[in-house]
């Protein structure tokens, strides 16, 4: 999952928050418990998948057979459950599920760069551009992202309230909202033999009763410690969380829900053994035990070379089949209306194949899906021109999708917040939500 696009970024390379840039996961429990944001309108939560490089809508959600081979492609158009909403052959599976979901194909914002694309996406609002921008690369997060701003103002449970695996997903950390708001971070990928999640599970040659047995050490150290008073107020503080975390690493109910082995084979068959799929339903199994916000990442989709090969064996495939199942199955349980699913990119691909056979970076026009979290299925939002590169009809920014996210999950996107210094910042930025989906 880890590389880098044509603009040498290495994803590795931003900064990261959480459970991967020092800060314990009772350090996080504290932060967050901090906030005291824990009354939400509504009780839905978002699993959010999100395709780094940049999907290419036309052989995907927006397929023009009329269009000239060379910006048609070479996928053939298939009808989907839902009339009027065709798709292109390589997705069979979500062909089957369109009933479920609704498509935005009127997607558009101004900026080629996926460091920018990524933010946008993430948030709702531009990052900016200039030396300052470019300087601070590493910290490209000026805005919060969407699952900071739910850590920041949606209820808090068992479970911390903001997840990302199978890494920490670009620009997807809290801003000026601090550590608090920052995402837990799977940093595994369940469809490995060996998955475990850090944090979660008691370190190696630490059994249960071991671990009892140093609870009770601890307690007497700290009863002993506050009679001499020598623990000062802060680490006094920060014992009750980490008692919570140690409560977290303990709890059955935690534990089963990072355990994805206790599914069975047919279900995890349902999703693919593929990286995105075993995250599909580890982000079902997430939001079930009180997950407020899953972010997942999946990359490589820079298609610049080798777009019909790359889309059709390596990429798509496990999006297909992993979105049509997590669908399914939230349906199946009664979980689809609280649990809002969206994939998003950071862009589309340029209409016209170029010399590599590949497709460019294309940020005028392409496609997102949301579903579930009560929103209205079967639709298809806006339009674009013949060669899907002009949005037509219902022109739809970052902001608006933005919006439209808060909104389903009960979260007001005119909501304002203050940075530090004291500046008010609009979480939205006066993007509107879709009412079409609403």
């Not at 911390?160 to 940093?187: H, K, Q």
Request: glycine share 10%.
């Amino acid at each position: 999952m880890l590389g880098d696009y044509c603009d040498g970024l290495d994803r590795r390379g931003f900064l990261r928050v959480g459970s991967v840039a020092g800060l314990s996961l009772a350090q996080l429990m504290q932060l967050q418990a901090a906030q005291g944001g824990d009354k939400p309108l509504k009780d839905v939560n978002c699993i959010f998948i999100f395709i780094i490089g940049g999907m290419a809508h036309q052989d995907m959600w927006d397929p023009k057979p009329d269009a000239p081979a060379e910006i048609r492609g070479d996928f053939r158009q298939i009808k989907s459950v839902v009339p009027g909403m065709n798709l292109t052959e390589i997705l069979p599976h979500v062909a089957k599920v369109t009933d479920k979901l609704s498509l935005i194909r009127s997607m558009m914002h101004n900026d080629p760069d996926h460091t920018a694309g990524y933010h946008v996406m993430m948030t709702g609002q531009h990052p900016g551009t200039g030396p300052a921008f470019n300087r601070n690369v590493a910290n490209n997060n000026v805005h919060p992202s969407l699952g900071s701003m739910v850590a920041k103002l949606g209820r808090s449970g068992a479970l911390p309230p903001y997840i990302s695996l199978p890494n920490f997903l670009n620009s997807g950390g809290p801003a000026f909202l601090g550590a608090s708001c920052a995402p837990f971070v799977i940093e595994a990928d369940p469809a490995s033999p060996d998955f475990s999640v850090r944090d979660i599970v008691l370190p190696e040659g630490v059994t249960s009763a071991r671990s009892v047995r140093r609870q009770e050490a601890l307690r007497r150290l700290k009863d002993f410690e506050q009679q001499a008073e020598r623990a000062s107020k802060d680490a006094q503080s920060l014992d009750v969380f980490q008692q919570k975390a140690y409560s977290l690493m303990t709890s059955k109910e935690a534990k089963q829900a990072f355990d994805i082995s206790r599914e069975d084979e047919k279900t995890r068959e349902e999703y693919g053994m593929t990286s995105l799929g075993q995250c599909c339903l580890m982000g079902r199994r997430l939001v079930e035990a009180g997950c407020r916000f899953v972010s997942i990442e999946n990359g490589h989709w820079d298609t610049h070379r080798q777009n019909t090969m790359s889309l059709r064996d390596l990429l798509v495939p496990p999006l297909d089949r992993g979105l049509a199942a997590l669908l399914t199955d939230l349906d199946r349980r009664g979980m689809l209306d609280s649990t809002l699913v969206v994939v998003a990119t950071e862009f589309g691909r340029s209409p016209r194949i170029n010399q590599m056979a590949g497709r460019d970076h294309w940020p005028g026009a392409f496609s997102v899906v949301m579903a579930g979290g009560g929103i209205k299925p079967g639709q298809v939002i806006g339009a674009t021109d013949k060669d899907a590169a002009s949005v037509t009809n219902r022109p739809t920014s970052p902001a608006d999708f933005a919006a439209t996210i808060l909104s389903v999950l009960g979260i007001d996107p005119q909501t304002i917040l203050h940075t530090p210094v004291g500046r008010p910042i609009q979480l939205a930025g006066g993007g509107r939500p879709v009412h079409e989906l609403l």
